[in-house]
C-alpha cells in the first residue's frame, strides 16, 4: 500500500501563498498581459492543494480564486460600487473551491491506484487538467448563461500557445496549460532516481513538443474592405447626454469615410441611440450616411417588439432600411436583464432596481449577408460564448464583426480583457475579426491573431482595411465542443474510478502478534 499523500505546505503556508496567487495569475492576463505569470499563479495555487484535507483544500480553493477575481473583475465596482464586484467574486470562487477539492482528491487517489510512474507523471497531470477544465466549462455556461471571465486560455491570445485555439479551441487550451503545469510538479515531485537533468529535460521537452504543433494553415477565399467607426460619445450608462448624441457622434466620425470604396461600415453595439425602426430622424441619418459611403451601415441599437426589448445589430442599407437584424443572444445577467428579480432584489433592491430596462435574449441567427459577404455577429459578451462563434461559422461567416459599448468601464482592464477574447476568437476560427467599441479599444484582427488597423481609445476615428475571408473550418470549430466534453469526462471518470478503486487503509487497532520468550536449555544438576 502507498503512503497517503503528505501536504508540501502547513495549511497557514498554504493559504498565504493561494491568496499571492490570485494577482500573480491575473497579471498574465491583459492589462498587465505578462502571459508566463498565468502558468505560475496557476502552479503556486496547485502546490498549495497538494495533500490537503476536503476542508483545507475547500479553504485553500476559495481564497486563492478570491484572491485571484477581487483583481481581475475589479471593473465591475466602476459604476455598480462593491457589492456587485464581490458578489460575482464569491460565487465564482465557490465553483473554484468545489474545483480544487476535485483536484486535491486526484492528487491523493490517482497515485494509490496506479502506483507507477505511469500513474504519476502520464495519468494523473492528465486528470487534473481535465477537472480544471470541467470546472471552466461548467462556470462558462452556468448558472444563467454562465461567466467565462478568467479562463485560463485567455491569458494566452499574444503568447506563443495562441496558435493552439484554432486546433482544440479555448478549453483545449486551457486543458494543455494545466496538463503542463502538473507534469513539471510531478516530475520535481518524483521521488525516484531523476536526475535534475530529466527534472528539467522532462517538461521543457513537452513544452517544446506542444509549441512545435503547426498553426492551421490559414486558407482565404476573397477578401473585404471595411470601415469601422468609433465616435467616442458618452456611451455610459449614468453618463449626462441627450437623446442622439450618440448618433450623432458616430455620424461625424463617419464622415470621414465618404469617399472611400468600403463594403460595409460597421459601428458599435448601442452605435445609435435612438432606433432608426421607429424614429425617423435616425432612419434618415443612417439613410444619408449609407448613400454617401456606398455601402450597407451595421449598427447596435436598442429595438422593442410585443412589448419586449432587445439589444439588437440592424443591417441598413440605404433607401430599404433594415435588411436583416440579430439580437444579441447573451444579455448579461444583473446587467441588461435581472434572472429571478423576485429572489434577487430583496438583497441589494438599490442595485436590483437600476436594471429598469430588461433584455430579452435573441433567437434569430447570428449572421448578415451584406453584398455577398458573410459576416457573424458578435454583441459584446457573445463573444465570450464558445458555442455562439462555432455556430456564425457553421452558418458560413466570412469575417466575424464583434460590436460592443464597454464605456461602462472607463480605462480598466475590462476593455483589453475583451479584445484579447476577440483576438484569440479571430485565431481560434480562422477569420478576421473586427472589433468595433464605442470608446475603444477597437481593432481589426487578421485571421492570426495579429493587429491590423486600431483606434485609440477615446479618440473619435475610423479605420478602414481590406480583410482576408474565409469558408475554411479549423478543428477548433469542427470539434472543440467534443474536445471539451472529452477531457472534461476523462478527469471525472478517472478520478470516480480510483475513488471507488482505492486501497482502503485500515483504521481498527492492530493487536500485535506477542513473540514467544525463547530459555535456555538446562543441563540437569
Known sequence: MTRPTRPLLPLTAAILLAAASGPVLDAGFPDKGIWPLA????????????????????????????S??????????????????????????????????LITLAFRWIPRVWNNRFGRLALLPVVVAGLWTAREALVSTWPYGGFAWGRMALSQSESPFAPLVAW???????????????????????????????????????????????????????????AAVQGNAKAGYFDDREPG?????????????VGTEVDMVVWPENGS????????????????????????????????????????????????????????????????????????????????????????????DNIFNVNGVIAGISICFDIVDDALTRE????????????????????????????????????????????????????MIAPDGKTLAEIPAYEPGAMVETVPTSNARTPATLYGAQIEAAVSLFGLGALIVAGLSRPRQ??????????PRRTANRQPA
Open 39 to 66: 502558468f505560475v499563479g496557476a502552479a503556486i495555487f496547485l502546490v498549495c492543494l497538494i495533500g490537503r484535507s476536503v476542508g483545507g483544500a475547500l479553504l485553500v480553493g476559495f481564497i486563492g480564486s478570491v
Open 68 to 101: 485571484f477575481y477581487l483583481v481581475h473583475v475589479s471593473w465591475v465596482s466602476l459604476y455598480l460600487g462593491p457589492v456587485p464586484w464581490i458578489a460575482l467574486s464569491v460565487l465564482e470562487s465557490i465553483f473554484f473551491a468545489v474545483g480544487a477539492v
Open 168 to 226: 482544440v479551441g479555448l478549453s483545449g487550451l486551457s486543458f494543455l496549460m494545466v496538463w503542463l503545469i502538473v507534469l513539471t510538479i510531478q516530475v520535481v515531485r518524483e521521488p525516484d532516481a531523476l536526475t535534475t537533468f530529466t527534472r528539467i529535460a522532462v517538461p521543457a521537452a513537452a513544452i517544446a513538443a506542444v509549441l512545435a504543433v503547426p498553426a492551421v494553415p490559414f486558407v482565404q477565399s476573397g477578401e473585404a474592405t471595411i
Open 245 to 257: 448624441d450618440i448618433l450623432a457622434a458616430q455620424a461625424s466620425a463617419t464622415l470621414d469615410v
Open 273 to 364: 441611440d435612438l432606433n432608426p425602426l421607429t424614429d425617423p430622424q435616425a432612419a434618415g441619418v443612417l439613410d444619408y450616411l449609407a448613400s454617401q459611403v456606398g455601402a450597407p451601415i451595421l449598427t447596435g441599437t436598442v429595438t422593442e417588439r410585443d412589448g419586449e426589448y432587445f439589444n439588437t445589430s440592424l443591417l441598413w442599407v440605404a433607401g430599404t432600411g433594415a435588411l436583416d437584424y440579430y439580437d444579441k443572444r447573451h444579455p448579461v445577467p444583473f446587467g441588461e436583464y435581472v434572472p429571478d428579480r423576485e429572489f434577487w432584489e430583496p438583497f441589494a433592491p438599490d442595485l436590483i432596481g437600476l436594471v429598469a430596462r430588461e433584455y430579452t435574449p435573441g433567437t434569430r
Open 392 to 443: 456564425a461559422v457553421d452558418r458560413g461567416a466570412q469575417v466575424i464583426i464583434a460590436q460592443t459599448n464597454n464605456a461602462d468601464f472607463g480605462r480598466t482592464d475590462e476593455n483589453q480583457q475583451q479584445l484579447a477574447i476577440a483576438r484569440l476568437r479571430a485565431i481560434e476560427s480562422s477569420r478576421s475579426v473586427v472589433n468595433i467599441s464605442t470608446v475603444g479599444t477597437s481593432q
Open 506 to 515: 485500515n483504521r481498527s487497532p492492530v493487536t500485535p502478534t506477542p513473540t
